[in-house]
């Protein structure tokens, strides 16, 4: 079984109790391949894989063991349409992150605090160790 379909059914499982919380309203219609909870969990699991591409995304997931799998364009329109129950979601997870935390880093960007030559006279975050700045080396501008 690929990493993908382990964190896609991992992320399945976490928010489905979310999913059941929101008002659904039944849709006319044949029954889709594809929930919608299944949906936006595959979209989930690609976002958090760091995966960009429509077309990556299908790519990893050839060899996967979703039996349902959506054509790829078809993903794609469904995807969209469930944008608004996406963020939803989202922010549903992201208050359970920050019941219990006070400050985060959302983005892992290297980002210069002060110049190497003043790092030992930089108070910036220095109180607490877990938020230390580290000193590291930028290849493309040989910093």
């Known amino acids: 079984m690929s990493n993908i379909d382990n964190n896609y059914r991992r992320v399945l499982e976490v928010i489905e109790p979310i999913y059941q919380s929101y008002e659904q309203v039944p849709k006319a219609g044949a029954k889709p391949k594809m929930t919608d909870i299944e949906v936006v969990a595959l979209a989930l699991t690609a976002e958090y894989m760091s995966i960009d591409s429509e077309n990556a995304l299908f790519e990893r997931l050839k060899d996967s063991f979703i039996d349902n799998l959506l054509e790829r364009s078809q993903f794609n329109k469904r995807r969209r349409k469930l944008f608004a129950l996406i963020e939803k979601i989202r922010k549903s997870l992201s208050y359970k992150f920050i019941e219990y935390e006070d400050h985060f880093i959302v983005d892992s960007m290297p980002l210069e605090v002060c110049k ?18 580290e000193k590291g080396f930028c290849a493309s501008q040989n910093m």
């Open 116 to 133: 190497f030559s003043r790092h030992y006279r930089s108070k910036i975050c220095k109180e607490d160790f877990d938020t230390a700045p």
